[in-house]
């Protein structure tokens, strides 16, 4: 069974190998971002000369999908990382992090996708609700209802997903079938490190805290996370 402590050696033995991943992901999500925008910047001004500046927001939504996909292979990547890290501990450079995000960015696009329409179909309507309602318990069990739906998509659906992907090499599709199926008889192996995830979450809104909580207690948080998914992995692998 995966502990904290054990995750937490691993971080005080190995520190830079749980902390690059992270840092490659931010570093190259918010690269791609700025190259998105100097071509919209760059762009817009020639479709207005040639009269198709009306069109300028598909050009937007256009740009915006090939940074949402770059941003998706990103994310594998830092779970690829974060593997090598728990795993392995063998060394994962720039140049590995970039040629695995890249030669799978299809994968975790489709998975990134699914998760990005799900909450936005899920956790939508509970948002809605807790505006809509002025009564505070109301608002509370709204709440909690949309933490657990919060669970349940971007934890068991939309991790264990990219994890699948990660340890087993499986399609996006199968990742996303398994991951949905395995969480009607793992849910309550996952909840401690979910909670725990969450809590360093909340943490980052902490001034001087969040800067503990980005470099050391969020990638040993995600570490635990991905270490109790590969525990049940070989159950969600009996539904791919």
Do not use: H
């Not at 995830?197 to 050391?216: A, D, H």
């Amino acid at each position: 069974m995966v502990k904290v402590s054990e995750i937490y050696g691993d971080f005080t033995r190995k520190p830079l190998a749980f902390v690059f991943p992270l840092i490659a992901y931010g570093f190259y999500t918010v690269m791609a971002l700025f190259v998105m925008l100097f071509f919209f910047m760059n762009l817009e001004p020639l479709m207005e000369v040639f009269n198709v500046g009306s069109y300028s927001y598909i050009m937007a939504g256009i740009l915006f999908l090939v940074w949402f996909y770059l941003a998706s292979g990103f994310k594998g990547g830092m779970i690829k990382g974060l593997y090598e890290a728990i795993e392995r501990r063998g060394r994962f450079d720039t140049e590995d992090y970039l040629n695995y995000s890249l030669n799978n960015d299809v994968k975790f696009f489709i998975i990134y996708l699914v998760g990005a329409i799900a909450n936005v179909l899920v956790i939508g309507p509970v948002a809605y609700g807790i505006l809509q309602f002025s009564s505070l318990v109301i608002q509370i069990v709204l709440a909690i209802v949309g933490l657990f739906i919060l669970f349940i998509v971007n934890y068991l659906l939309f991790y264990s997903a990219m994890t699948l992907v990660v340890y087993n090499g499986i399609g996006s599709i199968k990742a996303i079938v398994a991951s949905i199926k395995v969480s009607v008889k793992e849910i309550f192996k996952l909840m401690g490190p979910y909670l725990l995830y969450v809590g360093v979450l909340l943490t980052m809104f902490i001034p001087l805290i969040n800067i503990i909580s980005i470099f050391v207690l969020y990638p040993i948080a995600l570490g635990n996370a991905l270490g109790k998914l590969k525990e049940v992995r070989g159950a969600v692998a009996r539904y791919a």
